[in-house]
T-cell receptor, first 113, second 118 residues
Framework: DSGVTQTPKHLITATGQRVTLRCSPR?????VYWYQQSLDQGLQFLIQ???????AKGNILERFSAQQFPDLHSELNLSSLELGDSALYFC????????????FGPGTRLLVL | AQTVTQSQPEMSVQEAETVTLSCTYD???????LFWYKQPPSRQMILVIR??????QNATENRFSVNFQKAAKSFSLKISDSQLGDAAMYFCAYRSARGRAGAQKLVFGQGTRLTINP
């Protein structure tokens, strides 16, 4: 158990819908990262937050957004869902911005029908 | 941009034997970190081992060790005394050591699926 929690574990929804994925980092970790794992794109970085502020964006679609709250949990919002958004979404956390090791949560498996 | 390549989509090994998974990367940076993550059927991403580029000594964690060749930009993972529980997808990952925004992201290879034959 990495100490990073993600909810829900599974999510099934329809095209055009909006969902929210939640992540709680390890105790004491200030940085949260979101990654998407899909069959065709592999594991890709989406976005990073540090202590409530956005620090970096990767291959994140405009239909996706995220935020980190004062209690340091983070939410990833996916809207206008398409079939191709079906994937495993991971949250990872690290102590600071420059701490080299990221610990991953169990992931949320999203299926868009 | 940095890239990570795992040229072996699948590998198999007999239980108790040794197997080596390959990884190469491309970067213009001199300071960085390299990782191997394991993803078993549960899909959890588990850190196996990490290597700091400034360290010449190869990292070791119990049955897992790496062969880090900085000049060749190669980072292979050796698993000794393979066990059934080692069966998983293994991902090689790169992370810059720079402090600039966006440098902290992990860049992953495509993965190698390891099968352990009893």
């Amino acid at each position: 158990d990495s100490g990073v929690t993600q909810t829900p574990k599974h999510l099934i929804t329809a095209t055009g819908q909006r969902v929210t994925l939640r992540c709680s980092p390890r105790s004491g970790d200030l940085s949260v990262y979101w990654y998407q794992q899909s069959l065709d794109q592999g594991l890709q970085f989406l976005i990073q937050y540090y202590n409530g502020e956005e620090r970096a964006k990767g291959n994140i679609l405009e239909r996706f957004s995220a935020q980190q709250f004062p209690d340091l949990h983070s939410e990833l919002n996916l809207s206008s869902l398409e079939l191709g958004d079906s994937a495993l979404y991971f949250c990872a956390s690290s102590v600071g911005q420059n701490q080299e090791t990221q610990y991953f949560g169990p992931g949320t498996r999203l299926l868009v029908l | 941009a940095q890239t990570v390549t795992q040229s072996q989509p699948e590998m198999s090994v007999q239980e108790a034997e040794t197997v080596t998974l390959s990884c190469t990367y491309d970067t213009s940076e001199s300071d960085y970190y390299l990782f191997w993550y394991k993803q078993p059927p549960s899909r959890q991403m588990i850190l196996v081992i990490r290597q700091e580029a400034y360290k010449q000594q190869n990292a070791t964690e119990n049955r897992f060790s790496v062969n880090f060749q900085k000049a060749a930009k190669s980072f292979s993972l050796k698993i000794s005394d393979s066990q059934l529980g080692d069966a998983a997808m293994y991902f090689c990952a790169y992370r810059s050591a720079r402090g600039r925004a966006g440098a902290q992201k992990l860049v992953f290879g495509q993965g190698t699926r390891l099968t352990i034959n009893p």
